[in-house]
């Protein structure tokens, strides 16, 4: 199973931007995807989850600014992020967890490769 975010780059603050991460491979089914950021020198901490029943948690310091998305059809997780802080600066991540093999048996976590947003002051 492979997670391929995409979607980073520089904007400035009040700007937006939208993060997409697709999974492939041989997948049985994916429960909760979310996206996670990790700033210079800190911890990576949640941004936002998704269930596979689109019920969605948020971190207190986005919600009202960020949407978190899924497409269960592409096996797709987006986040839409508007009226972006230089504070939302930091790589994000996206995660699944994803059931695979015969009838879904086995099942893990996997993690993207991570994209960099940058939000100018």
Known sequence: VQLQASGGGLVQAGGSLRLSCAASGSIF??????????????????????TSGSSTNYADSVKGRFTISR?????????????????????YYCNA????????????????????VTVSS
């Open 71 to 91: 497409d269960n059809a592409k096996n797709t997780v987006y986040l839409q992020m508007n009226s972006l802080k230089p504070e939302d600066t930091a790589v």
């Open 97 to 116: 967890d994803v059931s695979t093999g015969h009838w879904g048996i086995h099942r893990g976590v996997y993690w993207g490769q991570g994209t960099q």
């Open 29 to 50: 089914s994916i429960d909760n995807m979310g996206w996670y950021r990790q700033a210079p020198g800190k911890q990576r901490d949640m941004v936002a989850v998704i």
